[in-house]
């Protein structure tokens, strides 16, 4: 019973294209995140939502729109994508700021 | 000077020894430690977590902070092939709502 679960694992795609993924998370936190990983593996965060509320939109191009309709669940849409949108993202979940629990992961290739 | 910052590694230790993984950070975290291990191909998972100065052990691990020369540490004892990944040292902003990794150690462990 996956306790932070992102859908797609996968997606490749062309450049321009719109693309969105998807998370959930079964464990009651209040707080969900995007982070992203790139090919250094460096990991960064992108949004994060306490109580449905956005609290964090780091210097993240506004192509990039999160949504999250209720605390269990965060969604990331993303408009003409770009070969730099190439990375991880991963969806996190805390109870507060704290411990993070991280989903899978979804691997974007754009080409 | 980044706000958490990791010696990249790779750090390479023989089984049976101990793994020493070091972080610095400055003062725009506050202090709220964490470490995670990311396997390859894999999400972060949380190891442990440390909010007062000193040693906080958890099994073979063992987390120490030091606020006075701004340093976590994590401690692997009898390191085993399983414990080959990227280690990631994490903090907390000093707003407390954001949370900042490094850029993560990998640690090879040789049989």
């Known amino acids: 019973d996956t306790a932070v679960s992102q859908t797609p694992k996968y997606l490749v795609t062309q450049m321009g294209n719109d693309k969105s993924i998807k998370c959930e998370q079964n464990l009651g936190h209040d707080t969900m995140y995007w982070y992203k990983q790139d090919s250094k593996k460096f990991l960064k965060i992108m949004f994060s939502?306490?109580?449905?509320?956005?609290?964090i939109n780091e210097t993240v191009p506004n192509r990039f729109s999160p949504k999250s309709p209720d605390k269990a669940h965060l969604n990331l849409h993303i408009n003409s994508l770009e070969l730099g949108d190439s990375a991880v993202y991963f969806c996190?979940?805390?109870?507060?700021?704290?411990?993070?629990?991280f989903g899978e992961g979804s691997r974007l290739t754009v080409l | 000077q980044k706000e958490v910052e990791q010696n990249s590694g790779p750090l390479s230790v023989p089984e049976g020894a101990i793994a020493s993984l070091n972080c610095t950070y400055s003062?725009?975290?506050?202090?709220?430690f964490f470490w995670y291990r990311q396997y390859s191909g894999k999400s972060p998972e949380l190891i442990m977590s440390i909010y007062s100065n000193g040693d906080k052990e958890d099994g073979r691990f063992t987390a120490q902070l030091n606020k006075a020369s701004q340093y976590v540490s994590l401690l692997i004892r009898d390191s085993q092939p399983s414990d080959s990944a990227t280690y990631l040292c994490a903090a907390l902003n000093t707003g407390g709502f954001k949370t900042i990794f490094g850029a993560g150690t990998r640690l090879f462990v040789k049989a």
């Open positions: 996190a979940s805390s109870h507060g700021f704290g411990e993070l629990f």
């Open positions: 939502y306490n109580n449905k509320e956005l609290i």
């Open positions: 003062d725009r975290v506050s202090q709220s």
